[in-house]
């Protein structure tokens, strides 16, 4: 079994604040990456008994959610910038994890909840309906045929990804109270789930269908900043619908992936 985990940094227990925690001039940085290597090892010895034989990970977290130095063995990791979707992710994986989500901007109660960019963008949307990373992600690994079995984060980022996937399999490190907030497990108990569900997921890789959202695609971005539209709507392949929102198009996500 070939495994996919896709890593965020706002999913992570103990993680609850952009400025201190989540920014690469964040005070608790470190910690904060110390932690999330620590729940991603925990699932990956989850996913090894569940019988897994290669692990690739692609850290998420824009400036890097990672302690590389404290990564689990038996992990390559797809690390740097820039880097594009699909990320080497192709028909040869078996599965797709999504370790330490968080849900859409606006979210009510949502932890870190933003949509690709916490600064810059408010909203997007695909084919006419509200998304974010979550439901973007599931939606590229299921044009390749690969499940999303696995996601973990607050309760929101979950609720979100059982939208797409009613049946995935999910680890809840911290119930939000606001977008900065949470009542959060203790980090040692958060790798003790992350572990069983991790092995859970595995058994559950052929009963849970992939997610896919049929082409073509239409993705349209309200950026916060009208400034930020202005040099977007400079290209050709980019269309201003308004002050602060363009669209552009494409038959495959991969396509709108590398247009947004
Ligand atoms: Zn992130």
Redesign the pocket.
């Known amino acids: 079994m070939k495994i996919f985990i896709l890593g ?3 999913g992570t227990a103990g993680v609850v604040d952009f400025k201190q925690q ?1 920014y690469s001039d964040a005070k608790y940085y470190e910690q904060a990456k110390r932690l999330a290597t620590l729940e991603v090892n925990a699932l990956v010895e989850g996913v090894l008994e569940g019988g897994a034989k290669e692990i690739w990970f692609l850290d ?3 400036p890097g ?1 990672i302690d590389y130095e404290l990564m689990h063995a038996e992990v390559q990791m797809i690390i740097g910038r820039p880097i594009y979707a699909p990320w080497g992710l192709d028909e040869s994986f078996d599965a797709f994890f999504l370790y330490g989500h ?1 849900a859409m901007d606006n979210t009510e109660r949502g932890v870190l909840c933003h949509s690709w960019s916490s600064r810059a963008i408010a909203n997007c949307w695909l084919n006419g309906e509200l998304i974010g990373e979550i439901g973007f992600n599931a939606a590229i690994a299921g044009s390749f045929g690969i499940p999303t079995v696995f996601i973990s984060g607050d309760d929101t980022a979950i609720a979100e990804a059982q939208g797409y996937v009613p049946n995935i399999v999910s680890v809840m490190t911290k119930r939000g109270i606001s977008r900065t907030s949470a009542l959060s497990l203790a980090p040692v108990k958060a790798r003790e789930l992350l572990r069983t569900g991790g092995r859970k997921a595995m058994g559950k890789i052929d009963e849970i269908e992939p997610y896919t959202i049929e082409p073509p695609y239409e993705f349209i971005t309200e950026m916060r900043d009208e400034k930020a539209v202005n040099a977007k709507a400079e290209r050709e392949d980019v269309e201003r619908l308004d002050s602060h929102k363009y669209k552009v198009v494409g038959e495959t996500l991969i396509e709108i992936a590398q247009r947004r």
């Open positions: 965020d940094l706002e989540t998420g977290h824009g959610g968080h």
